[in-house]
């Protein structure tokens, strides 16, 4: 079993900054890619960015967001900054993880809520 933790979602203003944290436990051999998506109130789900080996960023936060990992914590970040009122969103992180038993798992976590407004 993986699981992934979310934190650090929350009320910001606009123009300011958070710092999203993605950590996965559990019988863990290695971690593929990582990612981020969001998902809006009446929108579908969508793609804000991933990490392997490279970075990719939707065009709607690039500029503005990074997105990086710490493989030693098995942990994806995601900086977002200049934040707008339309990143307001629940995100969810997730990982494609190798198991101890060498099975690759897409794990998601319970996502965290993003508020964006003054």
């Known amino acids: 079993q993986v699981h992934l933790v979310e934190s650090g979602g929350g009320l910001v203003q606009p123009g300011g900054s958070l710092r999203l944290s993605c950590t996965a436990s559990g019988s863990i051999f290695s971690t593929n890619a990582m990612g981020w998506y969001r998902q809006a109130p009446g929108k579908q789900r969508e793609l804000v960015a991933t990490?392997?080996?490279?970075?990719n960023y939707a065009d709607s936060v690039k500029g503005r967001f990074t997105i990086s990992r710490d493989n030693t914590k098995n942990t994806v970040y995601l900086q977002m900054n200049s934040l707008k009122p339309e990143d307001t969103a629940v995100y969810y992180c997730y990982q494609e993880v190798v198991t101890m038993s060498y099975r690759t798992l897409n794990v998601w976590g319970q996502g965290t809520l993003v508020t964006v407004s003054s």
């Open positions: 990490v392997s080996t490279n970075t």
